[in-house]
């Protein structure tokens, strides 16, 4: 281990091979538990995480990844690495494999139960997966199951190697080379170790060096209830094949089903521990194993000679990728409410700061102006007045453009933009959709399902234009502007809507937009084509 690195730096050619070495890094970090989370400190049990996720792998698994990488390829020959497993395992060796001997070809054999969300992570670190039928974790002799296959493969082929975590006793040695002596350097006074058993190795190497360096400390294995399932640890009959000497590396085994195991490592992460559920798993192992000694009166027989007891439990991995198990596994009371769920099923298109402009710059973009004698203003914005004050035919809709005006016909029958058309989806005495999740929730599907199949008239006017969209106050036409653009169509909004051509007329007292008056017939009303949305 580092003795020298203390700032945790790393330079050079090497840089992040020396990042994902061991011996170049300070030792991974040893966390106690917060009090409320130990239900036993005032017996004297302190408990310790071992935070095995701060390598930069993020798992348990980078120490025998780095260790049967090491001892298994052979420079100049080896192409391509094969391995049999559910995650940690083989993303370790695909990034290790790069980093320390520039191998690009990692390949992932594995359970077609495996969650798509793994396989999504997997893919996403770039290995190639093949995957399998019958039992999600086969035993390693099973000719029919992806261990054996991938032995196979590899067998008689110098370019292919296959380290095969079960089976291979560098899986476990690396915890006696590395993770073992970090812990006993950290926490010289420990007398507890626990780790989940899953091919066993993290066990039985850690087991298999406190025996010689500290004999006093009780090893603790924890394998998974019967019928049960844990991401990573297997159950008691499934380690019967198991050819490592687990039997002799532990003193006592815990069996933890998977409720616990989320929910405890669940607390963990909103105290800080980010960990998985197999953390949560072994935590839950040392909390049986501490009260059945507490229930005995015998809690004192494994205490140190400071009259506490330490104990240290493994962090494997992060939560991330067991996301949607958590929610499957744990009841809805586990997790907080989302306000205003409804809307994840509505308002699905993105919007653009871009489509929303200025009445300023969009009205002029959009309309035709013919310029009047210098004594005769272009037009008149005033709040509350605004009319044509220009001679007929001052103002005209572009060729290339449509107007859609979403206000009920009573108001655009009052004042309306030259050539608008008339869709009555909003009414002036509703909030913004952005501000009401109700309106929101009622608006968007009418106006989603509207333009997927517009009439035949109004498509012609959508179709090759560029389309503006106005509302009372421009929120109703920001959100059908992201669904036109959605469907493929040149779509803008003003901002503010007609509030803000009332705000720019009390600015402008000589310029601005010609529009409709009171009874002049330039917009087209088509208010037989919708309805208006009226929240219940």
Known sequence: MSGNNYLN?????????????????????????????????????????????????????????????????????????????SGSTVISMSL???????????????????????LRLMQFFGLGITLFGGPSQPEPTDERGGIRAAQRLSEGNESIVNPNQYENDDNWKSHVRWTGPQILRQLPEINLICAGMGT?????????????????????????????????????????????????AVDHIEDVGSHDSFSLSLDLCREGIVCGPSSGFNLKGLFQ???????????????????????????????????NEYFDKLSAEHFPPIA??????????????????????????????????????????????????????????????????LRQSIDFEVFSLPGSVNLPFVS??????????????????????YFSTPPDDLFRLLQGKRILLLCYDGDSSRMATSILRAKG???????????????????EDDD?????????????????????????
């Not at 090893?219 to 019967?240: H, I």
């Not at 229930?295 to 000679?305: E, F, M, N, V, Y």
């Open 428 to 449: 002036s005495s509703h909030a913004s959709p952005f501000s009401d999740p109700v309106v929101l929730e009622m608006l968007w599907p009418k106006l989603d399902d």
């Open 289 to 323: 194993f501490i009260e059945k000694h507490k229930a005995a009166g015998t809690l004192r027989d494994i205490a140190g000679d400071d009259g506490e007891i330490h104990c240290v439990f493994l962090c494997c991995d992060l939560p991330y990728q067991y996301i």
């Open 489 to 507: 169509y040149e779509a803008e909004s003003v901002r503010g809507g007609f509030r803000a051509l009332d705000v720019l007329g009390a600015r």
């Open 200 to 248: 066993s190795g993290t066990i039985t190497g850690l087991g298999m060096f406190f025996k010689e360096a500290k004999p006093s400390v009780f090893r603790l294995g924890v394998c998974t209830a019967a019928g049960d399932r844990v991401p990573g640890p297997r159950s008691f009959a499934l380690l019967a094949p198991v050819e490592f000497p687990w039997k002799s």
């Open 340 to 405: 205003n769920e409804s809307l994840t099923k509505v308002d699905l298109y993105r919007y653009d700061e871009a489509w929303e402009k200025d009445a300023a710059v969009a009205l002029p973009s959009f309309l035709d102006v013919k310029r009047m004698t210098h004594d005769a203003p272009i037009f008149n914005l005033r709040s509350r007045a605004i009319g044509v004050i220009g001679r007929s035919g001052a103002v005209a809709l572009k060729q290339d453009a449509t107007i859609i005006d």
């Open 9 to 85: 730096v790393y330079r050079g050619p090497n840089s992040v091979r020396d990042y994902f070495d061991p011996d170049s890094a300070p030792p991974l970090p040893l966390v106690e538990i917060p009090d409320g989370l130990n239900p036993y400190r005032r017996d004297g049990v302190r408990v310790y995480a071992k935070m095995m996720t701060m390598h930069p792998a993020n798992n348990v698994k980078a120490m025998p990844a780095l260790n049967l990488i090491e001892k298994g390829v052979t420079p100049g020959k080896t192409n391509t690495i094969i391995e049999y497993s």
């Open 512 to 536: 601005s937009v010609a529009v409709n008056g009171h009874g002049t017939k330039q917009g087209i009303a088509v208010t037989r084509e919708v309805e208006l949305v009226t929240p219940s």
């Open 96 to 118: 290790i494999a790069r980093v320390f001997h520039s191998i690009s070809d990692v390949r992932a054999f594995l359970s077609n139960k495996t969650s798509v969300a793994k």
